[in-house]
């Protein structure tokens, strides 16, 4: 069982920006696949961004292309999402996940290993 612990998430205007943070106390995260999705109110779960475990690769969704960075701290043992320009539709409650080996994760199969998720809420 691998522990996920998000950070970050509050709320922001239209246009802002936060830095979410992921961390697996005990756990090398450079050993894993690691991701972001985020489930809004009423909605699925979906695919944010997710990071290979040697970080030198990343995908994204294409509705936070150009305005969500994913990177991978291996001294700090961290996972960052920075979202940029922030829109209401980002809203969401945002969870960190990760799976092992290191494919890169995507809307399915569903990784399984998921942190308690941490809310953003933008707001005009």
């Known amino acids: 069982q691998v522990q996920l612990v998000e950070s970050g998430g509050r709320s922001v205007q239209t246009g802002g920006s936060l830095r979410l943070s992921c961390t697996a106390p005990?756990?090398?995260?450079?050993?894993?696949?690691m991701g972001w999705f985020r489930q809004a109110s009423g909605q699925e779960r979906e695919f944010v961004a997710a990071?290979?475990?040697?970080?030198?690769?990343?995908s994204y969704a294409d509705g936070v292309k150009g305005r969500f960075t994913i990177s991978s701290d291996g001294a700090k043992n961290t996972m960052n999402l920075q979202m940029n320009s922030l829109k209401f539709e980002d809203t969401a409650v945002y969870y960190c996940?990760?799976?092992?080996?290191?494919?890169?994760?995507?809307?399915?199969?569903?990784?399984?290993?998921w942190g308690q998720g941490t809310q953003v809420a933008v707001s005009s």
């Open positions: 005990g756990r090398p995260l450079r050993t894993y696949a």
């Open positions: 990071i290979d475990w040697s970080g030198a690769t990343s």
């Open positions: 996940a990760a799976a092992s080996g290191s494919s890169l994760l995507g809307q399915t199969p569903r990784p399984p290993y």
